[in-house]
């Protein structure tokens, strides 16, 4: 059985491990470590990710272990169940470029050998994939389904904006507002003001800060 899984993330250009997350201890980590992030599998702890993350990627890499972090609280409360969290970040390589990987987190309450919280973490190359819609993809719930071997289909599920119309969510985000927006694209204010109740409509909110604010938790912005 481990061998063929070891020779399934050869095959699929992936590396994966296995953690308690109550006790900080990886207890297993697949040989392929060491090709996407130059980390022998002995060695290798949960930090070793955090350093390979591309510089811009600091802020989204903070916000998806504080969601883990929840994530594992909920289940830790609830003394049972699991949970999904998936996003793609770029990752250093032992060549000394980043590399476009997938990290999907299967999270789980047992109480065998001993009370605690797993994670069952996997990481995927997707330098395949060139129509993520934001440069990222992002899913956080408990349909079982989305824990496979990722697809463009996968990877653009809940991509309801454009590239354009995050691209304007990003910059009312930093500050500007609709006239200096559109000096910023070289478009009309009604043009942004059109792509503004878009982004209402397609969110659901009342207020582009609403939607921001949501943005911002799960990590998107």
């Not at 600091?58 to 003394?79: P, S």
């Not at 003001?193 to 659901?204: D, E, F, P, Y």
């Amino acid at each position: 059985m481990l061998f063929d899984l070891e020779q399934s993330t050869k095959i699929h250009n992936q590396y994966f491990f296995v953690a308690d997350l109550l006790q900080g201890k990886i207890l297993f980590t697949s040989k392929r470590s060491m090709d996407m992030i130059g980390v022998d599998p002995k060695e290798l702890n949960p930090y070793h990710n955090i350093e390979a993350a591309h510089p811009d990627e600091v802020h989204r890499n903070t916000k998806g272990w504080a969601k883990l972090i929840c994530i594992a609280n909920d289940l830790l409360a609830a003394k049972s169940g699991y949970s999904l969290f998936s996003t793609n970040m770029k990752l250093l390589n032992p060549e000394g470029k980043y590399s476009e990987t997938l990290f999907q987190c299967y999270l789980f309450y047992s109480e065998i050998p001993h009370k605690t919280l797993y994670i069952l973490q996997v990481h995927t190359n997707i330098d395949w994939c060139k129509k993520i819609k934001y440069g990222f993809y992002y899913y956080s719930g408990n349909d079982i389904s989305r824990f496979k071997y990722p697809d463009d289909s996968l990877l653009n599920e809940g991509s309801n904006f454009t590239k354009r119309e995050f691209e304007i969510i990003k910059l009312i985000e930093s500050g500007m507002n609709t006239e200096q927006i559109a000096e910023k694209l070289f478009l009309s204010i009604y043009t942004i003001n059109t792509h503004r109740a878009n982004i209402l409509k397609k969110s659901g909110k009342a207020h582009v800060s609403e939607l921001i604010y949501e943005l911002l938790v799960e990590g998107k912005l």
